[in-house]
């Protein structure tokens, strides 16, 4: 991610040079938030290939040649570290009321390089889950149990906390592509 206007200038001079040749803007309005002095908007124009994932219309999906459109935030899994030893989950309140996409699935299935599966996301923190938490816990329930259990409290309290920085399972993400997911 870009934090600093002179990167975001950098990138715009990039872009409209030619030397950015695809653009993928995930959950942002870069064309609307940039301020004009950075050219982000006018050098989006000269990337071959922009796209734009998110839940909603705005000037970066106008600009965009193609857009994502993503699942509500009631509509998506997640997990999350609210607070040092707590470990929260996030499971959709919702089915999706239209043909959207979880964003992290379809970065997920482009980054393995597989077609994008409805539940690569949810599979991906269940991996994580079981590899970070369960199994750092020594519990004597299955990792089943444990799931539901922490499903059900939508967190779960750990002893030490777990501040390892979250890796993707393309594993897990193959699996489910060639038909073994859950």
Request: aromatic letters at 10%; hydrophobic letters at 40%.
């Amino acid at each position: 991610p870009l934090q600093q206007n002179k990167e975001i200038k950098e990138l715009a001079i990039e872009m409209e040079s030619g030397n950015v040749s695809a653009v993928i803007q995930i959950d942002c309005n870069p064309v609307y938030h940039f301020s004009k002095d950075t050219g982000y908007a006018e050098a989006l124009k000269k990337v071959a290939f922009s796209v734009a994932i998110s839940d909603v219309e705005n000037e970066t999906t106008a600009a965009s040649q193609l857009v994502l459109p993503v699942h509500h935030a009631l509509e998506s899994w997640g997990d999350y570290y609210t607070r040092s030893g707590l470990y929260s989950l996030q499971q959709p309140l919702l089915s999706p009321l239209y043909k959207t996409r979880q964003k992290e699935g379809i970065m997920l299935s482009l980054l393995a390089g597989v077609v994008y599966q409805e539940n690569a996301y949810r599979e991906n923190i269940k991996v994580y889950a079981k590899k970070e938490i369960y199994d750092k816990m020594g519990l004597l329930v299955s990792f089943d149990n444990f799931w539901k259990a922490a499903l059900q409290c939508g967190f779960v309290k750990m002893a030490t906390p777990a501040f390892e920085a979250r890796k993707i399972s393309f594993e897990a993400v193959k699996e489910i592509s060639a038909g073994n997911g859950h």
